[in-house]
């Protein structure tokens, strides 16, 4: 059984380096792809961007410019890396493994909460 | 950049009820739509995927149906533990977009 599990600090500063890991166990990083979607408070999922084995990327738009991702097939982990953050980045950070046949998520990790604030 | 349009935002029914949402693309999105449930405290699970397939251990009261840019995800018979948000997600363009929810009370 696939289980996905978020890692990272729960407090970043403003404009400073958002950065989480996904560690992926019972199933290989090969064949999907890896997808970030958050939850700000009070409002509903927002995809971040997706990430394949092969290394190539596909980001919001919104956020393409403070984004960065990145897979290490060796460790099966993938992760995140959002900067100049602020308090609107605030949110629910979900890891979840994408199914190419259709682009939905099939498995998500249970979510990490980042709270950006000085 | 396609718009994904989900109404209602949030609906009161009561246990045994026919519930429908809809989802609308601003383009034709083929039926390259899927639909989510989210528990709160819990991570979403994927309920229906290319519109209509019912997603792995899902119950048959839950359905979806559409194509182009209209779709629609039905629950036959309301039960107490379908209190969550359902949202539609299109991936039409590889750049997923989730529509902005539905909230599922019971009353």
């Known amino acids: 059984q696939v289980r996905l599990q978020e890692s990272g600090p729960g407090l970043v500063k403003p404009s400073e380096t958002l950065s989480l890991t996904c560690t992926v166990s019972g199933g290989s990083i090969s064949t999907y792809f890896w997808t970030w979607i958050r939850q700000p408070p009070g409002k509903g999922l927002e995809w971040i961007g997706n990430i394949y084995d092969s290394g190539s990327t596909n980001y919001d738009p919104s956020l393409k410019s403070r984004v960065t991702m990145s897979v290490d097939t060796s460790t099966n982990q993938f992760s995140l890396k959002l900067n100049s953050v602020t308090a609107a980045d605030t949110a629910i950070y979900y890891c979840a493994r994408g199914v190419r046949d259709y682009y939905g998520m099939d498995v998500w990790g249970q979510g990490t909460t980042v709270t950006v604030s000085s | 950049d396609i718009q994904m349009t989900q109404s209602p935002s949030s609906l009161s029914a009561f246990v045994g009820d026919r519930v429908t949402i809809t989802c609308q693309a601003s383009?034709?999105?083929?039926?390259?739509l899927n639909w989510y449930q989210h528990k709160p405290g819990k991570a979403p699970k994927l309920l229906i995927y290319?519109?209509?397939n019912l997603g792995t251990g899902v119950p048959s009261r839950f359905s979806g149906n559409g194509s182009g840019t209209d779709f629609t995800f039905t629950i036959t018979s309301l039960q107490p533990e379908d209190l969550a948000t359902y949202y539609c997600q299109q991936y039409d363009t590889l750049l997923l977009i989730f529509g902005g929810g539905t909230k599922v009370e019971i009353k």
């Open positions: 290319d519109a209509s």
């Open positions: 383009q034709d999105i083929r039926n390259y």
